[in-house]
């Protein structure tokens, strides 16, 4: 019985010293967070005077005081942010916008390379870093010229339409010049296993691109629309930034692709080249008989990448589908300058597992 009752005993503080220690291992974990959290101002990209902290450099090749700065622009062009592993990494257009900064303001950079490998993607998003770039130029008398790698499509071309020099690889497929607005309709499958879109709506086109109904002319008119305009716009950004006539442009503007080659003869690129030839493009453009090649990476603290790893842990997820398919919970449907043949690169609206 005595044997019993120390047994008992023994369980007892067995189960209450591993119930306090894990209560204080909680402990530790929140205050540490807490912690971090308090002292994350301090750490973060905000340094002297609220100024954005500068983006450490890294040298390609060349030697020195004048540089030329390799910007990449790759995957389809959104002002969306992404995570990488435990990181939240910034969006394309905050990326690009960033760095063009950056090197507006050192007087050592003379020229910009924009290495583009892209199917396009939004068309805000597109808009704005053009408008970035011409920025950059007018206020830097800089030179910008555009490498094109694997792709450079719809908005990535749009993009291209703003550098002084488009150089194409002779295997890139660029073009793709149009809008599309992405869109599925299982209507009839809908009806199919009796499934019915009960949504209460306040006017007639408020569920207008639903896949669950059938779409009337009269919301397909208002839809082209739409593109159209936007169509048109993309057709002038072209006309202006290749100094071509607007039937010339539309004339190649069917939505089209075309390789390196092809776009050398219908005067949407300058050269066919490779990266070397659009470095000394860039210091025949600037003067330069010799120049480092650099490229800008932004560094992460630990409280950035504290912060991360709990939003990774707590946060939305994505959900990829397959091998080129992905899924995330903000950004489709949308108008697009997107080239949709490039590996599938749609954005569904999907709900988030969490």
């Known amino acids: 019985m005595n044997d019993n009752k120390k047994k008992s005993r023994l369980g007892f503080w067995i189960a209450t010293s591993l119930a306090i220690f894990f209560f204080l291992c909680s402990v530790v974990f929140?205050?540490?967070?807490?912690?971090?959290?308090?002292?994350?101002?301090?750490?973060?990209?905000?340094?002297?005077?609220?100024?954005?902290?500068?983006?450490?450099e890294t040298v390609i090749e060349g030697t020195g005081t004048d540089k030329i700065l390799i910007i990449p622009i790759?995957?389809?062009?959104?002002?969306?942010?992404?995570?990488?592993?435990?990181?939240?990494?910034?969006?394309m257009v905050e990326s690009v916008t960033q760095q063009l900064d950056q090197a507006r303001d050192d007087d050592d950079v003379k020229a910009v390379i924009l290495e583009i490998n892209s199917p396009g993607g939004g068309i805000t998003a597109s808009d704005i870093i053009y408008k970035e770039i011409l920025e950059f130029k007018e206020k830097?008398?800089?030179?910008?010229?555009?490498?094109?790698?694997?792709?450079?499509?719809?908005g990535a071309y749009y993009i291209?339409?703003?550098?002084?020099k488009i150089i194409s690889h002779p295997t890139t497929v660029t073009g793709s010049i149009g809008v599309i607005m992405p869109l599925l309709n299982i209507a009839d499958l809908a009806e199919k296993y009796g499934i019915k879109d009960t949504s209460v709506k306040s006017g007639d086109m408020?569920?207008?691109?639903?896949?669950?109904?059938?779409?009337?002319?009269?919301?397909r008119k208002v839809l082209?629309?739409?593109?159209?305009?936007?169509?048109?716009g993309f057709l002038n950004i072209i006309a202006d930034g290749r100094n071509m006539k607007i039937e010339d442009v539309r004339k190649l503007s069917d939505g089209r692709i075309y390789t390196g080659k092809q776009a050398l003869e219908n005067g949407l690129v300058d050269q066919l080249g490779y990266m070397d030839d659009a470095i000394t493009l860039a210091k025949e453009m600037s003067g330069l008989k010799e120049a480092k090649i650099i490229k800008y990476k932004k560094m992460f603290n630990l409280a950035e990448i504290f912060t991360g790893s709990?939003?990774?842990?707590?946060?939305?997820?994505?959900?990829?589908?397959?091998?080129?398919?992905i899924a995330t919970d903000n950004d489709f449907p949308r108008f697009?300058?997107?080239?949709?043949?490039?590996?599938?690169?749609?954005?569904?609206k999907w709900p988030a597992f969490n």
Request: aromatic share 8%; no cysteine; hydrophobic share 40%.
């Open 30 to 56: 929140f205050s540490s967070l807490m912690g971090l959290l308090m002292i994350k101002g301090a750490l973060s990209p905000h340094e002297e005077e609220g100024k954005i902290k500068k983006l450490a």
């Open 74 to 91: 790759k995957g389809v062009i959104t002002a969306q942010s992404s995570r990488k592993f435990f990181l939240e990494t910034p969006s």
């Open 140 to 154: 830097t008398n800089k030179k910008v010229i555009v490498s094109m790698q694997d792709v450079a499509a719809s």
């Open 160 to 164: 291209s339409a703003a550098a002084d």
């Open 206 to 219: 408020k569920n207008i691109g639903s896949p669950l109904k059938k779409m009337s002319e009269a919301e």
């Open 224 to 232: 082209h629309d739409i593109v159209d305009e936007m169509y048109m």
């Open 310 to 325: 709990i939003d990774n842990l707590f946060g939305n997820r994505t959900i990829k589908i397959g091998i080129n398919v």
């Open 336 to 348: 697009m300058y997107l080239w949709t043949g490039y590996q599938q690169n749609y954005l569904f």
